[in-house]
């Protein structure tokens, strides 16, 4: 709403704002042509102040980017983008469409048609047929197509194995024929006997066989019969080891994709890809075929210390599907009871468990709004912690313990007694040393009061005390020179030096506090942009910077960044300034106007800029009907 409000009120030709924008007086105005500096002097950097709890309370461990099931340790991947798309997540609609309703219908059928316990047994292929039905539903990214490419590729080649194995059948009757003709004729076949002879008693003698050998197992026809039975051997142990790796290889394709969507915490596919695999092989082999030393295999032997398998990664679905219901029961138990920090926590491990399941998906909107904003008031809880301010943080305490009964307030309390107790003291000791006439040391400790807790009211008290003798005077001076250049971020850089030494003064506090109110809005804005960027949403990141720039133009940090964004949302900007020049032209083109802004809608549909802007054209190509009562009326 707030974005909307900004975005009418720069597309309405309001005049630019500043950093800080001086009053009327002149006394204390900038000049207006006079750009703001981002130069500060030189000198060492400070480190940025630690937490003052020494840690954040964690919704969900910051440290911890892994949650175990069934034994097994799952990567969430990076924290940061995943609590990014957990805020996103809270912000959506369920998932309770038809569309939706029917696509977990099909996932449940086509897992029912391939179960084992099938009535009649599992049906493959009429499983498969399921898997485009269910891979046009935009949630599935299409992962269901790719199962089915799988499947289908497994099945060419087991074809193609087949077709092997005929084939060895086809050249193993061959060898027996071979075999037979040659047993038949090394047992039969005899060379050619020459005549006998009568010796001198008158006895014929027994006829010899001829000299040179051309029958049975001496011929050349046996000798090829031989060479023949050789090659049919050899040509079989070929046919059986390509029939082996064609399997191997098909197997292992198959299983990266089983292991890539475990991976991503696509349990209801791993599912359905464990069940088409133990019925396009049934050789029982479902060893996953992974290497020894990768992150998935070190996923299982050092958790449970055994080789993944396909009957492990189908089990530990289940099993991630049995903990997302597990975890999302015990959030709506909670949220029942007002336990909004242990719900925020459930809610938040199911969604990082369970992200695209049904009890995840389809949780109702007002449950996930109630999480979004405890956890929008314990992040601005953070950053007041960080900002020591610590007036601010006990109205968020405050406010936290209201509405969550379970918030852990004591860390909260121990800091904010801890430090107010230390800035006070400080400010005693500056008093004491101011007494004695020290200037120097009194110095020290109320800029050491000063960087504990910027907005302690008693700051004010210690002003008056140096406010005649003039040690503050340089300190004041530098903020008058650096607030008549312009430089609002070498102000900010100083707050702390800056800050007791204006105290008192009015139209000075007025300039301080605009310019760090201007400063914490255009960095979170660009904090907010760089968790857009990292999660691919370069043109939202790119809006919301230039909602910003509307307000603040002369900010060269804000300039720079959108800078940066610009060659990448070119198409974008592009669209949005041809609509504002047919809008803008004299006469205007009102279709013209609208086709761009629609354009550049269809390329980011959540713009609220393109919004705005059909939405106004729209308005007066089709303005109210007369019976309307209007604003006056």
Known sequence: MKIRFLLTFCLAGIAHAQVYTPPAAPAVAAPAASPPSDTAPGGAKKPP????????????????????????????????????????????????????????????????????????????????????????????A???????????????????????????????????????????????????????????????????????????????????????????????????ARTEMQTIKTKAQYQVSMIQWFMERRYEHVLMAARFYNQIW???????????????????????????????????????????SKYVEAFDLMLSRNELHAASQRLMEAYALGEFLAPVATMPLEKKRRVAEYFRDLNELYGSLQAHDYTRTMELATRLKANAKDFPASKVDSAIAAYTLASDLAIEEAKGHLMNKDSDKAAEKIKAAAEIWPTNPKLKEFRALVSSA?????????????????????????????????????????????????????????????????????????????????????????????????????????????ARQFENRNPRQIGSALSWYLKARSIHPQSDFAQAGAKRLTNEILPADDSTPTAKE
């Open 470 to 578: 003039g040690g503050l005077v340089p300190i004041r001076n530098d903020f008058d020179r650096l607030l008549s250049e312009g430089n609002f971020r070498e102000i900010a850089r100083r707050q702390y030096e800056i800050a007791p030494a204006i105290q008192g003064d009015p139209k000075r506090e007025d300039a301080f506090k605009q310019i760090m109110t201007n400063l914490t809005k255009i960095e979170t804005a660009l904090s907010k942009a760089a968790e857009f960027s990292k999660v691919g949403q370069d043109y939202a990141a790119w809006e919301q910077l230039a909602v910003l720039r509307e307000t603040f133009p002369d900010d060269p940090k804000l300039g720079r960044e959108l800078e940066l964004l610009a060659p990448k949302v070119a198409d974008f900007t592009r669209a949005l300034d041809k």
């Open 142 to 240: 299409n992962l269901c197509g790719s199962l089915a490419e799988a499947i289908y590729t497994a099945m060419l080649a087991k074809q193609d194995v087949n077709g092997l194995n005929k084939l060895n059948l086809t050249i193993e009757d061959e060898k027996r024929t071979i075999i037979a003709e040659g047993d038949w004729k090394a047992r039969h076949e005899r060379d050619k006997e020459l005549g006998g002879t009568i010796d001198a008693k008158g006895k014929q003698s027994k006829p010899a066989p001829a000299v040179n050998p051309g029958a049975g197992v001496n011929s050349l026809k046996y000798a090829d019969t031989l060479r023949r039975i050789a090659e049919i051997e050899l040509l079989k142990k070929s046919n059986i």
């Open 282 to 324: 049934k050789d029982g082999d479902a060893t996953l075929r992974v290497d020894k030393n990768s992150d998935v295999s070190k996923l299982f032997s050092e958790s449970v210390g055994v080789s993944p398998t396909v009957a492990s990664l189908d089990s530990l679905s289940n099993e991630a599907i049995r903990e997302t």
């Open 49 to 140: 102040a630690a937490s003052p709890l020494g840690q954040e309370i964690p919704m969900l461990d910051p440290s911890a980017e892994t949650i175990t099931v069934g034994g097994v340790a799952i990567p969430l991947g990076d924290n940061r983008i995943l609590r990014a798309r957990f805020e996103k997540f809270l912000s959506q609609p369920p998932e309770k469409d038809e569309a939706a309703a029917k696509y977990r219908e099909i996932i449940t059928e086509i897992l029912a048609t391939i179960s084992p316990y099938k009535k009649g047994g599992p049906d493959l292929y009429g499983a498969f047929k399921l898997l485009p039905t269910a891979a046009s539903y935009p949630g599935d």
